[in-house]
């Protein structure tokens, strides 16, 4: 594209990449607990944070809002986001990791998939680049990745179903510090530097403000990525038939305010409804001075004993509001909330944490169908960067490996004994290989299987037990032994 279409672009789509930012920041607000934040026109629906309060409040009422926010939302994000971690990639048919998977580790994605889950579940989409670079430790030529925010990218499609996007939109907010005499002011976004990813090319523009008008833009260079496609994949938690990508936050918003508004109420009967409050009726005021009064009122509200030589004087307190109630009414919201989002009960309730393997796995059932959910999209995400990182490294058969598979780290709460237990029959039963049992283990990684196949193939599990056998035996030296296993006992 000439550099003047690029800017018409810009500027025709940029609108639309503030609008699923703000949705994006909000909803990163809520994952964060910081939802007091949110104001109420934010995103593309009123999901402000703050718990409802009277019109007329004072520092003590807004004191006790703040303290009500309480961040479910991250814990539903991190209860999913604990589940998918990515541990390997392989071509169909072979049982070593693809090319791709030492870039991945040069790129320090083992850290980095941990961000990206976590940001499509909660906002819905995130992104991934590959482009060519260099190690900056070693000099080579290595694809480069890098994960971006939905709120500093947005991906515009032809089609709702298209597997690569048209262009990409990155973008970040120029920020300045104003002097004001001495005193720097907060810095305050002037403008944004762009970048504008298509087939071929990537474009550096910046823009004054929000690139309202068409003069607010510059087209300042760009280069060339020579990739066919633009070299940006996106992570979706939930996409729908008409492109829409939903996070798990967004649908539960409403209940989470309810939640928070739970507490709030909580809170204030707390601080003003939860004590006891003695009166007197009939009791003559005090004589003397406002100072003599105000004194003598105070040693009525310390004392333990009360006395009036008015018979008709009553004494009495008022009944406390009890508690229970709103807690019982947070912990049924909780429950909902569990049952919505698939969370597990115990994660959000701190019910018994001495359950056993089996009541754990019950509880978490609805959790890991809905992570292999996730880690269905999420695998077709890390293909996609697989097979671009195969096109800057110009290897062909990767990028046409359309069946690859990303092998996911199993995170089920089931002891190691019955995982064991379970393989070990299948291996005996099926006459299924053990080595293709082995990265079923818990916790066991591709690292590991190569270890133990090294040892096989060396014999070293029989090295080791003939080590062991001769450790023992020069601690216990054998005695000579008759026929009848007697020490010392001839023929």
């Known amino acids: 594209m000439k550099p003047a279409d690029v800017v018409d672009l ?35 629906a009123a ?66 998939q941990i961000a990206i889950n976590r940001a499509a579940i909660g906002m819905g989409t995130a992104f991934g680049l590959v482009v060519p670079g260099k190690d900056p430790l070693t000099g080579d030529t290595a694809p480069k990745w890098m994960a971006r925010s939905p709120k500093r990218m947005a991906a515009f499609y032809d089609n709702d179903d298209d597997e690569w996007a048209t262009f990409a939109i990155d973008a970040l907010p120029v920020l300045e510090r104003v002097a004001n005499g001495l005193v720097f002011t907060q810095p305050i976004q002037s403008g ?13 523009l910046s823009c004054k403000g929000d690139g309202v008008e068409i003069k607010d ?24 038939l008409d492109g829409r990508a939903t996070g798990e936050i967004e649908p539960v918003i409403p209940l989470l305010r309810r939640i928070d508004q739970d507490v709030f109420d909580r809170l204030i009967v707390q601080r ?115 097979r671009l990182n195969a096109m800057v490294r110009g290897n062909r058969e990767e990028a046409r490996a359309y069946n690859m598979q990303v092998r996911w780290r199993d995170t089920e709460s089931r002891s190691l004994t019955q995982a064991a237990d379970a393989l070990g029959k299948i291996a005996v039963q099926l006459k299924v290989p053990v080595e293709m049992l082995w990265e079923k283990l818990p916790g066991w990684t591709d690292n590991d299987t190569e270890r133990a196949k090294t040892l096989v193939s060396e014999g070293g599990i029989e090295v080791l037990l003939a080590e062991l056998a001769k450790q023992i035996d020069a601690i216990n030296p054998p005695e000579a032994s008759g026929g009848n296993g007697t020490p010392g006992s001839g023929d």
């Open 192 to 204: 944004w530097t762009v970048a504008i990813y298509d087939e071929q090319v990537t474009h550096r």
């Open 272 to 386: 003003f409804g939860a004590w006891q409050i003695r009166y007197i009726a009939g009791m003559a005021k005090p004589e003397g001075t406002l100072q003599q009064q105000a004194a003598a009122a105070l040693r009525l509200r310390i004392e333990d004993f009360l006395a009036s030589p008015d018979p008709d004087t009553k004494f009495g307190t008022l009944t406390p509001t009890p508690l229970k109630p709103f807690e019982e009414v947070t912990d049924a919201d909780l429950r909902m909330l569990a049952a919505i989002t698939q969370t597990p009960p115990h994660h959000l309730l701190g019910l018994s944490s001495n359950l056993q393997a089996e009541a754990l796995a019950a509880a978490e059932s609805g959790l890991q169908r809905k992570s292999n959910d996730f880690k269905t999209g999420g695998s077709e995400f890390y293909e996609q960067m697989a």
């Open 10 to 44: 810009a500027h025709a789509h940029f609108p639309s990449f503030l609008r699923s930012r703000q949705n994006a920041i909000a909803l990163d607000m809520w994952v964060r607990g910081r939802q007091l934040e949110v104001e109420e026109d934010d995103g593309d």
């Open 47 to 112: 999901i402000s944070g703050a718990p409802y309060t009277p019109r007329e409040t004072d520092a003590e009422y807004d004191d006790l809002a703040s303290r009500a926010v309480t961040p479910w939302a991250g814990l539903v994000v991190t209860s999913l986001a604990q589940t998918a971690y990515v541990d390997g990639m392989k071509m169909p048919g072979k049982t070593e990791n693809m090319q791709a998977w030492e870039d991945w580790q040069r790129n320090r994605f083992d850290l980095k």
């Open 217 to 240: 833009w510059t087209y300042i260079t760009y280069e060339e990525h020579g990739l066919p496609v633009p070299p940006v994949a996106r992570m979706v938690n939930r996409l729908d």
